[in-house]
C-alpha cells in the first residue's frame, strides 16, 4: 500500500545530529490509490507552492504528486529560496517561474545558484540536478520519474560529483623549487578546490526561525538517503 505525503517541503525535513534526513508532520498523509487504480479523489491540502497542479486543479491525487514537490524542493536547494516569497520582486516571488529562464542554459545557470556558495560548485552536477528537478516537474504525472529511479539518478549524480572533485584535487602537486609562499599559495587552492560545492554538500540544509536555507558540507546526502525511504 502506497502512502502519499501530500505537504512534502522543506520544512517537513528534520536532521539529527549527525545530519540524517527526517520526514515530519504527516497529518496530511494518506494512503495511496489500491492495485489497478490510478489515482485517489480527495481535498485539496497542503501548501501554497508545493502542490502538484493536477491535484491543485481536480483533486486528484497520486504518487507523482509527491515527485512534483520533491522537484521544487530541489529547487529550493540549488537557489537557497523558497518557492513562494513575497518579500521578492513581484517577477521572482514565484520560485518555478522565476528560475525557468535559466534553468535550461548552461550559461545562464549561475544566476540561480545560491549566491552563498560563491560559484563554488561543481557546474556538471549541478545541471544534472537541475535536470533531475526538471522531470520530477513534468506536467503530465506519468511523465515524471518514480522515486525509487529519482534515487538510483540522485545517487549517480553524488557518484559523478565526488569523482570529478578527486580527480581535480588529485591533479595538483607541488613542484620541485616551489618557494614556501608558492607552496602556501597552492596548499590554500588545493584546499579551495577540497571544498568545491559537491551535490552530497548541496543536499544538506538547515532551516532557521525564518525560514532561510543554509548549506553545510557533511560527509553523506541526508535528502538522498530519506528519498531512499519514501513509499
Same mark, same amino acid.
Given at each position: 500500500?502506497?502512502?502519499i505525503f501530500r505537504d512534502f517541503k522543506t520544512s517537513n525535513i528534520l536532521l539529527d545530529e549527525d545530519f540524517n534526513a527526517k520526514l515530519s508532520d504527516f497529518g496530511f498523509a494518506r494512503h495511496g490509490p489500491t492495485?489497478?487504480?490510478g489515482h485517489v479523489e480527495t481535498s485539496v491540502v497542503g501548501t501554497v507552492g508545493y502542490a502538484a497542479p493536477e491535484y491543485v486543479h481536480t483533486g486528484k491525487l497520486t504518487a507523482k504528486s509527491d515527485v512534483w514537490s520533491f522537484g521544487v524542493v530541489l529547487y529550493e536547494l540549488l537557489t537557497g529560496r523558497r518557492s513562494l516569497d513575497r518579500n521578492l520582486p513581484r517577477s521572482e516571488q514565484k520560485l518555478l517561474e522565476w528560475?525557468?529562464?535559466f534553468a535550461t542554459d548552461p550559461k545562464k545557470l549561475h544566476t540561480i545558484m @545560491?549566491?552563498?556558495l560563491e560559484g563554488k560548485y561543481c557546474l556538471e552536477s549541478?545541471?544534472?540536478l537541475v535536470a533531475l528537478a526538471n522531470r520530477c516537474l513534468k506536467k503530465q504525472p506519468k511523465s515524471r520519474p518514480r522515486m525509487s529511479e529519482v534515487v538510483e539518478?540522485? @545517487?549517480q549524480i553524488i557518484k559523478t560529483s565526488n569523482s570529478e572533485t578527486t580527480e581535480t584535487i588529485a591533479s595538483?602537486?607541488?613542484s620541485p623549487g616551489e618557494d614556501a609562499a608558492d607552496t602556501k599559495k597552492l596548499s590554500k587552492d588545493k584546499?579551495?578546490?577540497s571544498r568545491v560545492f559537491e551535490i552530497k554538500d548541496m543536499l544538506t540544509l538547515k532551516n532557521n526561525s525564518v525560514g532561510r536555507l543554509y548549506w553545510r558540507s557533511v560527509a553523506s546526502g541526508p535528502i538522498a538517503r530519506m528519498a531512499r525511504t519514501w513509499p
Open positions: 500500500m502506497q502512502l492495485a489497478g487504480v528560475v525557468k529562464p @545560491d549566491p552563498r549541478a545541471q544534472n539518478m540522485l @545517487d595538483t602537486s607541488i584546499s579551495s578546490r
